[in-house]
């Protein structure tokens, strides 16, 4: 499978396109057979990547640390104790995603993580919102060389131009349009923003999407973004942090199957001058002259003489104006469809 900030192929994109993440996050509460199960129900359900998150409590959080708005169930750091995997757990979820199909993705949130990624064979990172100034975790992932994809959700562009130039430093970056908001409204989705990265970048574009509908995404691929990362929970229902602004299976699936048919759509383009597709409908639809009284031969044709009448096949009405001031060869009928052989 390609990674999307890969070489682009023949026909300028990186394959397959749009790539679609399920993000799983912590959803799983610290369970890994949640963790398996969700993989398996991603790749199920049309993803081409899983995400996870990998916190290390000691050393990314001081204990008395607060908890965001959304999440309030327990301590931030008793949270990220309790849910947090061993490397050789992690090394299994890896060779699950493998077992399905699926790109493993994980977003260090210190320097240790990106350590214990590396160790179980990572080979792509996802740097997330809330670490786009941490600019020598950055330069951890820079220095693994691997593809990186960095999202942008509570950052100015000076800060993503800090964190930019330091992760050219390593492999292939994406840089992808995101909203720190949980869920995202409509009006803070922000896909201007998508091709204000791309010149402003010249790297690829990705989106990820805090909306609780298909719409951003679809309008995001559409504007260009090459990657999708979507929530995914087995209900909303879920304890935990993401679970309850994630999509379930169904709409996930459905949503994967939306993907594929914009990925369809932008890899046809419609060339608007062949009308070969469209001789039949022409015929039916469009219209013909004809003439719109019985007329005489001899008849030098004036504007009234004229009326316009499906089927196309005839002398199209585009052609109105070089038919007035003809001469008729013979006499014609009300509603005659004339042709060249009528004119003298």
Not at 280 to 293: G, H, L, N
């Amino acid at each position: 499978m390609t990674f999307p900030t890969s070489s682009p192929g023949p026909d300028g994109r990186a394959e397959p396109f749009p790539f679609l993440i399920a993000e799983i996050g912590s959803v799983h509460d610290g369970s890994y057979g949640n963790a398996v199960k969700l993989i398996e129900t991603a790749a199920r359900c049309g993803a081409d990547a899983v995400k996870f998150q990998t916190h290390i409590a000691e050393a990314e959080t001081l204990t008395d640390a607060p908890a965001p708005a959304y999440f309030t169930g327990e301590p931030r750091f008793a949270y990220f104790k309790r849910t947090a995997f061993s490397r050789e757990q992690w090394a299994g979820l890896k060779a699950a995603c493998a077992s399905a199909g699926v790109t493993f993705l994980s977003s260090p949130f210190s320097i240790e993580a990106v350590d214990l990624l590396e160790a179980i064979g990572a080979g792509a990172y996802k740097i997330p919102s809330g670490e786009v100034t941490n600019l020598p975790l950055l330069e951890r992932v820079a220095a693994t060389g691997k593809p990186a994809l960095l999202s942008s959700g509570m950052s100015s562009w000076a800060e993503l131009d800090a964190a930019v130039a330091v992760l050219r430093r390593g492999g292939p970056l994406m840089v992808m349009q995101c909203s720190s908001a949980y869920p995202c409204p409509p009006e803070r989705v922000g896909l201007n923003v998508i091709g204000e990265m791309r010149i402003r970048y010249g790297v690829p574009v990705g989106f990820s999407d805090h909306s609780t509908g298909p719409a951003a995404a679809l309008a995001a691929v559409a504007l260009g973004a090459r990657t999708v990362e979507k929530h995914l929970t087995f209900s909303r229902l879920m304890y935990g942090s993401d679970a309850a602004n994630a999509m379930e299976p169904a709409d996930f699936a459905a949503l994967a199957r939306q993907l594929d048919e914009v990925r369809r759509m932008l890899a046809h383009p419609v060339d608007k001058d062949d009308l070969e597709p469209y001789g039949e409908m022409k015929r039916v639809f469009e219209k013909s002259i004809v003439a719109s009284r019985p007329l005489a031969a001899g008849a030098v044709l004036a504007a009234g003489d004229l009326a316009f009448k499906k089927p196309g096949d005839g002398i199209p009405v585009s052609e109105h104006r070089a038919v007035i001031g003809r001469r008729l060869r013979r006499a014609v009928p009300r509603d005659h469809k004339f042709s060249e052989a009528d004119f003298a």
